[in-house]
């Protein structure tokens, strides 16, 4: 059994890929929770990430993935990762990385800062240094970055996975697990123009084997229903289309409607037609939607996400497909947010519901300050 | 149903949940308001009759591909009674899953019902809580998503009802493919709960009949028939008929002939069977046995069914074309209880069901209760031998009640196990004893797959050994004079340890282990009660019995499922600490002397050839400890003693000293009842020299059988030399001394 798990940090995302054979992959770390503020409701993301490293014996995650360099999606990252670049983030608690996924933009992105930039050095000091780090780029968009720093192109290829390929390292025979990259990419259009989404960031499928079944997940960072339009283009052209089909699917962007179509609509999102054939032709049965997001909004009118008009969608395909729709921090009730597990095994995907007791509620936490 | 497709919940809408009467219907529409507990929704409240009704929707952990299509919402309704007893659990949809742990009882006959529980609501109620019996609920939801329940539900009837009237069945019902033609007979036994029984025994004819019997087999099906349980002979008849069977027609013919045959007045119980088979033309399975009371006398039956008529206190036949549909005679579901059988008990005590053959001997305190643990657990056709009638002291430490006192042992063992079980006679009795050689003895023995010697007896177990043939292997199960230990001796699979051989390895390891150092050695008198080391003293408690024979019994099965032979020796503290002596058992060697046979074992010749290449260039050698059967003129070779230490070693000469010599010998026989004593002597002989008596040995041989002689016991001597020991038996044949005739012993 493989298990999913998504965290409820509020528009933000973290998403946990443990295999069954043990091998365990992060995709972006973004720790929100105000911890001056008790009614923050997010999950203390370092807390839980270290109590479950601590269970399973380890200080280290095989992979981490940073979809992109956005705050939520990187924030708290140089606490809590151990970084081979400086001395400076080496303490003996911290976490290791034995390979860094990140897409080109964070390796020639200039105008960064804070954990962003401390990502970008990691990212530069591995791919200088040769080893424990995958660019997922078109090869050419690295030529001049490369050398600049005396370089070649030729030498750092194999650490460089261009998007419509399966990421080296993860096989369905050794670890029952295979991931496909289909963003950042270049493509030609049918009329010749070069359009170009390297600046864009990570997408991939992951399919995984267990029991005798097979189960995907899309995961789809923070993409424009256009990035997500030239996705489904491109996987069609290539007769890629399986590489989209999805058990669970990890929506762009935190519900936002411009992940669906161009216009937010009244009551519901019209998507774009690739965008809607990715999900109503693409996702399977009994599919589970997972929105990173904050609540559900009380009506239609906020400018940010998520967007009610987009996650009224969503629910229509969650419903079309007996599925489920779910919201991290309204999972398993907006009082009590908790991470989201879902198990891949023989029977497909299985969202983990389990009514807590409460001694293991009381026990999973410290308890107040006692005492005079 | 409403417009969501869920079924509407038994009782009255209430307004709130304020209108709750009961203090676990109100804590749990509580909980399920205050969106503490995930996962569940409250809908509403309502009152029924008899208590209150909670309803909401719950979201159990479904997998994406279920087996069992459970829903990811799910309505139920729960009944919390204003008499406190077990809360009935509804679905609220009419097509929920038709597996076992879901039936409809009598009273909720709209609704799927949910049997969530194994344990009694008397156990439960402690312990209930709102929130517990709401976490159950969606466990019990996610379990049976997952086809978890299902699996394990094997052994439940699929139509099992909680508080359904129950019928004890004969097992062969459930295993046949179909009604045998036999006829069937009901009966009930009221001992404050009605249970009803039915038989292939006709009752005793003191016995008033109160029912009559309809019993018929449906062609096979692939799934059991009842989804709804049947309430009347009308909708019974609706049940069977697309089955092909006429049960209605059937009913009504013998309702007539019953009622010419002037049995108008009992009840019927009508048996169903269904064979259930997984595919078409595939043998059946299992079968589903369905019985149903009817409510009504035959007579009263007659009139629901228009076949009868009253007039005043007679009742009449009418003719063809009066006949009703039924709807009127009403009937009663029972569950089936199957009648026990040794593979049902083996299967609940975990185990497989063992038919081999075994020969008891001995039914006494510790053989009764071994083998009536032994048979519970569904092991053992058995043959029971003991000759000893039952006392009433008896009674304090065996299997047999009282009420057996002045029988014979094992003809009333034989009798009280072969009522344990439906089917044919497990258990038969020889009331013999077992030294006496009777031809049922020998027989019995010559065809078992197990000897079981429980007698308490060395004669008894040497008997067992060495007389009687057969290939059977042969244990000994017994406790020591203070009843404080327990010992198994069991027999290898090829019988080639035998028991007496383990007899003698036993007696060993009491000489050598610490902790048995006092295992044979009385307590105050020597064996006070007895003549033998096994005879066990008369104060020992019950108790110690009774966790020695569920000790033997576990080690008899563990060890007949193994190939290698056994030699274990339990021991308990007063605190009840129970601890295990299991040396390492070795070959044994045979030798034919003469009359003579010599037994011992591959251990003590490693000894001896240790004891020699330790001293070499030099001799050596000492005192060998032993036991005499003189009856069978066997002489066992059981230990040796180191050499004394003023003994004298040359290349060519030894010379045993005395020192210490005593001591060690009374020792010796105090730790094993007078078992093991001096059985004859041994020196080595250097490299290259033949095993063979010299002059010297010679002389050796004639002190020792002067001195043996006086006991009438024959005198060992053993030389060890390159090629291991020889054995040579002395015997004086005249006075004469030079007369000494050595028998050199071959190995057999």
């Known amino acids: ?372 | 149903m409403s417009g969501s497709g869920w079924l509407t919940a038994p009782g009255e809408l209430l307004g709130s949940s304020l209108g709750l009467r009961t203090s676990k219907a109100a804590a749990l529409a509580r909980l399920l308001e205050g969106e503490h507990v995930p996962y569940f929704r409250l809908v509403e409240c309502r009152r029924a009759p008899a208590g209150d009704v909670v309803v909401f929707d719950v979201r159990p952990e479904v997998p994406q591909f279920a087996p069992v299509p459970i829903r990811r919402v799910e309505r139920m309704a729960v009944i919390l009674y204003d008499a406190d007893r077990t809360p009935t659990v509804l679905s609220m949809r009419a097509d929920f899953p038709s597996i076992p742990h879901v039936l409809v009882p009598e009273d909720h006959r709209e609704w799927p019902f949910l049997c969530l529980y194994d344990t009694s609501y008397d156990e439960l109620r402690s312990r209930w809580t709102a929130a517990r019996f709401a976490r159950r609920i969606h466990e019990w939801l996610s379990q049976i998503a997952r086809g978890e329940l299902y699996h394990e539900g094997e052994r439940m009837e699929p139509f099992l009802a909680v508080r359904a009237t129950q019928v004890v069945v004969p097992d062969r019902l459930f295993t046949a493919a179909m009604l045998p033609d036999a006829p069937l007979y009901a009966s009930a036994i009221d001992d404050g709960e009605l249970i009803y029984f039915l038989s292939y025994e006709a009752p005793a004819a003191e016995e008033q009949l109160a029912f009559e019997v309809l019993a018929l087999t449906v062609p096979p099906q692939q799934q059991g028939p009842l989804r709804r349980e049947p309430q009347s002979v009308a909708a019974l008849h609706e049940l069977l008929m697309p089955l092909g069977a006429d049960v209605r027609a059937e009913l009504r013919q013998r309702v007539r002939e019953w009622q010419t045959a002037g049995a108008g007045s009992r009840h019927v119980m009508i048996v169903v069977a269904v064979p259930l088979h997984r595919q078409e033309g595939m043998e059946p399975e299992r079968i589903d046995i369905l019985v149903f009371l009817t409510n009504h006398t035959i007579s009263e039956l007659g009139i629901e069914l228009g076949v009868l008529a009253r007039q005043g206190e007679q009742y009449g036949h009418l003719l063809p074309g009066a006949e009703l549909p039924g709807h009127g005679a009403t009937l009663e579901l029972c569950r089936p209880v199957r009648t026990l059988t040794r593979e049902f008990a083996a299967d609940l005590n975990g185990v497989t069901a063992d038919a081999r053959l075994v020969v008891a001997v001995g039914v006494g305190a510790l053989g009764s209760q071994v083998i009536s643990n032994l048979v519970h657990a569904g092991f053992g056709k058995w043959t029971l031998i003991d000759h000893d009638p039952l006392l009433p002291h008896n009674t304090v430490r065996h299997a047999l009640p009282s009420g057996a006192v002045g029988r014979n042992k094992a003809g009333a063992l034989a009798f009280v196990l072969n009522s344990f079980f439906d089917g044919e006679p497990l258990a038969h009795a020889i009331r013999e004893n077992v030294l006496r050689h009777s031809e049922a003895c020998a027989s019995a023995m010559s065809a078992a797959d197990l000897i079981l010697d429980a007698a308490a007896s060395v004669p008894a177990a040497r008997a067992v050994s060495i007389e009687y043939a057969g290939a059977g292997r042969r244990a000994s199960v017994f406790l020591n004079p203070d009843g404080a230990d327990l010992v198994l001796l069991l027999e290898d699979e090829q019988r080639r340890v035998r028991l007496d051989d383990l007899e003698m390895q036993y007696y060993r390891a009491v000489l050598r282990t610490p902790s048995l150092q006092d295992h044979l050695r009385s307590k105050g008198s020597r064996l006070r009660y007895g003549q033998s080391c096994r005879d066990v003293s008369s104060d020992l408690p019950q108790a110690l019995v009774g966790m020695y024979a569920g000790i033997a019994a576990r080690a008899v099965r563990s060890g007949v499922g193994a190939r290698d032979a056994r030699l274990q020796v339990w021991s308990t503290t007063p605190e009840s600490e129970v601890s295990l002596v299991a040396p390492v058992i070795a070959a044994p060697l045979a030798y034919a002397a003469g009359a003579w046979q010599i037994r011992t074992d591959e251990h003590l010749v490693a000894q001896l050839m240790g004891y020699r290449e330790a001293k070499l260039p030099n001799e050596t050698g000492g005192v060998l400890l032993g036991h005499h059967d003189l009856e069978r003129q066997i002489l066992y070779i059981v230990d040796v003693l180191p050499p004394p230490p003023d003994s004298e070693e040359w290349p060519v000469a030894y010379i045993r000293g005395s020192e210490g010599l005593s001591p060690m010998l009374e020792d010796a026989a105090a730790r094993t009842a007078d078992m093991i004593t001096y059985v004859g002597e041994w020196h080595s002989h250097p490299r290259g020299v033949a095993a063979v008596p010299s002059r010297d040995d010679l002389d050796v041989a004639l002190w020792i059988t002067e001195e043996m002689e006086k006991e009438e016991l024959p005198a060992l001597l053993g030389i060890v030399g390159d090629e291991g020991p020889q054995w040579y038996v002395a015997d004086v044949l005249t006075r004469d001394p030079l007369a000494i005739h050595l028998a050199g012993a071959g190995r057999m």
Request: hydrophobic share 35%.
């Open chain 1, 1 to 372: 059994m493989h298990r999913l798990t998504f965290y409820p940090l509020g528009n933000a995302d973290t998403c946990r890929i443990e295999l069954q054979n043990g091998r365990t992959l992060l995709f972006d770390y973004a720790a929100m929770k105000d911890p001056g503020n008790k009614d923050d409701k997010r999950v203390d993301l370092p807390a839980e990430l270290r109590g479950d490293l601590k269970r399973a014996g380890k200080n280290y995650y095989d992979v981490v993935a940073f979809t992109h360099l956005d705050d939520d999606h990187v924030r708290g990252a140089s606490e809590f990762f151990y970084m081979e670049h400086a001395a400076a983030y080496q303490s003996a608690e911290r976490i290791h990385i034995r390979e860094m996924w990140v897409p080109a933009v964070a390796i020639y992105e200039t105008e960064c800062e804070g954990d962003a930039r401390v990502i970008r050095q990691e990212a530069r000091h591995r791919l200088r240094a040769g080893q424990g780090i995958k660019v997922f780029s078109r090869p050419e968009r690295l030529r001049e970055w490369l050398e600049q720093q005396g370089l070649t192109l030729d030498s750092r290829k194999h650490l460089i996975v261009d998007a419509g390929r399966l990421v080296p390292g993860f096989t369905l025979d050794a670890d029952d697990a295979e991931f496909f990259l289909h963003s950042p990419f270049a493509f030609r259009t049918d009329e010749g123009g070069l359009i170009d989404r390297n600046g864009s960031s990570i997408v991939v499928q992951g399919t995984f084997n267990s029991g005798g079944r097979k189960s995907t997940l899309m995961l789809a960072a923070d993409v424009t229903h256009g990035e997500l339009g030239d996705i489904v283009t491109m996987s069609k052209r290539h007769g890629n289309d399986h590489r989209l089909e999805s058990d669970v699917f990890k929506l762009p962007h935190h519900s936002s409607y411009t992940a669906l179509g161009p216009e937010k609509g009244d009551t519901k999102t019209q998507p774009t037609p690739k965008v809607a054939w990715l999900y109503e032709g693409q996702c399977r049965h009994r599919c589970t939607l997972v929105s990173s997001s904050w609540n559900r909004p009380a009506d239609g009118t906020e400018t940010h996400p998520p967007h009610l008009q987009a996650i009224r969608y969503y629910e229509g395909v969650a419903d079309q497909k007996f599925g489920e729709f779910i919201i991290t921090m309204e999972s398993p009730n907006s009082n009590a947010p908790a991470p989201l597990v879902i198990k891949l095994d023989g029977m497909g995907a299985t969202v983990q519901k389990v009514v807590p007791a409460a001694a293991a509620s009381l026990t999973s936490t410290s308890a107040p300050r006692a005492g005079a």
